[in-house]
């Protein structure tokens, strides 16, 4: 069948795709819960300033403009809103970070004081129990609280200067079960399973080795995720008062993760359902879902979600799921697992694969080992390239850098890969989701194995006659943008690159870095001061008259996480030398973009970046 728009260069190819569709075109799911009859789901709203909003699936949006639930605790935040079986709203409000009940179709009012962060919200057997971070005080304070669902004074249960998550409260209500680690760690490194009696002073912990999400089975029975042995696998402990009366049974022993870095508070990788069976992801490159016992084998659930998903509720024998697919764009699903049926909540549109074709697993050999990527091959049913013409790529490489891809569709994806312009996301090493030896292969050596692989990955892209060898960009946002300037320093494989928010200097990232992040750095590149030669030397910032190709710029102006000044360093210094770059500050953006008017603008911008570095000109 002829094509509509004939033979025409990649990068050329007429898409459907604009980025003001782009910007709206895959919810942005926060936490979901069954609530009486109906689901809730938190939702950012790219087109009203990037607020959170909750929904229902009766269709009613349940907290109106101006409010915006988002939490700040650890800076990422997370798990900034929950709901009650009588739906009853509890939501953090992003502009005070208070704690807020509000009944439906009533009035905000604030059940914190002015002051601490709150986040991390979960309501259990009718009582609230938030994460507080307070810094107001030195040494700052993190603690887990109790907060009285019709107002007074919250009850700390545990505090420390370090930090805590996952609250959980016992069906009994006599005791709670948290994670925490020490400010010198981060927790997919070292983290403790701790247990105490509510109301008492005896705190019972387990020998763990990077604990995470405690969930009570019983009054006595505790699981929890730890990577005592490489992954992440469920455990379950039998406790008797607060004394562990038993080792740890491993539920699970399988090459796959149940866990992830704990960037933010809300991620749930499993759930028990009420007859004992758990509904758990497993994460080994790609995710799926699976019933765990007891009784009946390990079994796979026909789901469409397989990228970041999460557990995010049960009830009866269904559960909710939100991520991204293969084939689907990112939603929320409502899952029966006897039944197997599945129910479209939101989102989770299925993508044409005409537009949009799986993303192909590709491992390539590199300096270090295996390097996991996926690769997003251009795709037009309307066009075609001439003859012999290799396309162009763009390498994508996630922040981080503990956290990892997992090849799912796009429309972001597709706003490149319509026109011509082939995808390859990268895994490097350092990445989560094939286990602790391939995570810690990054230690000591942040700009080296990750720059190596994403050099690797984009040679072998070249070598196997899949893109154009004098054709290749790459593109990051955080410390995927150290990533991207890195790799500009070697030279001799991309020609061109895009930071957006990047890390420029070392030594500027270990002074300005918030609590959370503060000794991230050591274990990635060595402590200060004695490795201070060693960030000296990795830095960007000191070998910018290596790099010879255009750079572009993006930062949000609010980002305290890695500030403007770290762009502006850079700037500054390619400026000086003559070397060809953009820069461009959003106001009102942090560490991330999340306003519609800034989505849109970017990803024109990268487009018409692109198109000048590789010598086309693409439609928007």
Do not use: C
């Not at 590199?366 to 003859?387: I, L, M, Q, R, T």
């Not at 312009?421 to 995570?439: A, F, H, M, P, Q």
């Not at 990047?502 to 870095?513: E, F, H, N, P």
């Amino acid at each position: 069948m002829p094509q509509p728009y004939g033979t025409s260069p990649y990068g050329t190819w007429p898409s459907p795709f604009a980025a003001a569709d782009i910007a709206s075109s895959a919810p942005r799911i926060d936490g979901a819960r069954f609530v009486g009859d109906e689901v809730w789901w938190g939702e950012s709203v790219p087109a009203e300033g990037g607020r959170v909003t909750v929904r229902s699936s009766s269709g009613d949006v349940l907290l109106p403009e101006p409010w915006s639930a988002r939490a700040r605790v650890h800076e990422y935040g997370g798990g900034a809103w929950t709901a009650d079986d009588d739906g009853t709203l509890f939501f953090v409000d992003a502009g005070d970070q208070r704690v807020y009940r509000m009944p439906r179709g009533g009035e905000p009012v604030a059940l914190t004081a002015p002051g601490p962060n709150h986040g991390g919200l979960r309501v259990q057997h009718g009582r609230l129990f938030a994460v507080r971070e307070d810094l107001t005080v030195e040494p700052h304070r993190r603690s887990i609280v109790e907060i009285p669902t019709g107002g007074g004074d919250a009850s700390v249960i545990v505090a420390t200067s370090g930090f805590v998550a996952h609250p959980a409260l016992s069906p009994d209500g006599e005791r709670i079960a948290w994670v925490q680690w020490s400010d010198r760690h981060m927790p997919w490194q070292l983290a403790q399973l701790h247990v105490a009696a509510l109301g008492g002073d005896t705190i019972a912990s387990t020998p763990t080795r990077a604990a995470l999400q405690p969930e009570w089975l019983s009054d006595t029975e505790l699981v929890y995720a730890d990577d005592q042995d490489g992954r992440w696998q469920l455990q379950r402990i039998v406790l008797d008062g607060l004394e562990r009366v038993s080792e740890a049974d491993a539920l699970t022993s399988t090459d796959a993760d149940t866990g992830y870095g704990l960037w933010v508070l809300g991620n749930r990788w499993y759930q028990p359902l009420a007859d004992g069976r758990i509904v758990a992801v497993r994460t080994n490159g790609s995710d799926e879902v699976v019933v765990i016992g007891p009784g009946e084998a390990v079994r796979t659930l026909d789901v469409p979600a397989t990228a970041h998903v999460s557990i995010d509720d049960t009830r009866g024998t269904r559960v909710l799921l939100s991520g991204g697919g293969a084939g689907v764009s990112a939603g929320l699903w409502n899952v029966d697992v006897d039944s197997g049926a599945v129910t479209r909540v939101r989102g989770g549109t299925p993508a044409d694969p005409a537009w949009m074709p799986p993303a192909a697993q590709l491992t390539i050999d590199g300096a270090h080992g295996p390097v996991h990527a996926f690769d997003y091959a251009p795709a037009n049913p309307d066009s075609s390239a001439p003859e012999g013409e290799l396309p162009p790529y763009i390498v994508f490489v996630h922040g981080g850098p503990t956290a990892h891809v997992a090849g799912a569709a796009s429309a972001a994806i597709a706003f490149y890969t319509s026109r011509g312009i082939g995808v390859l996301d990268v895994n490097y090493g350092g990445s989560t989701g094939y286990g602790r030896e391939y995570r810690e292969r990054l230690d000591g050596q942040w700009g080296v194995v990750d720059v190596d692989d994403v050099l690797a990955a984009a040679r072998g892209l070249a070598e196997s006659g899949r893109a154009d060898p004098a054709r290749i960009a790459i593109r990051g946002g955080s410390a995927g943008g150290w990533t991207v300037l890195s790799a500009l320093v070697r030279g001799g494989v991309f020609a061109a690159g895009i930071s957006r928010y990047g890390v420029t200097d070392l030594r500027m990232l270990a002074q300005d870095s918030h609590d959370f992040e503060k000794h991230y750095i050591d274990g990635l590149v060595g402590p200060l001061p004695e490795a201070e030669q060693v960030y000296i030397d990795r830095s960007p910032l000191t070998h910018v008259e290596r790099i010879d190709v255009p750079v572009l710029l993006l930062q949000g102006e609010d980002d305290r996480v890695v500030p403007p000044s770290q762009s502006e360093a850079i700037r500054d210094a390619l400026a000086a030398r003559g070397i060809p770059h953009e820069y461009v500050l959003y106001p009102g953006e942090g560490h991330g973009f999340r306003r519609a008017e800034t989505i849109v603008d970017a990803l024109e911008r990268e487009l018409a970046f692109l198109g000048r570095a590789f010598g086309f000109t693409s439609t928007r």
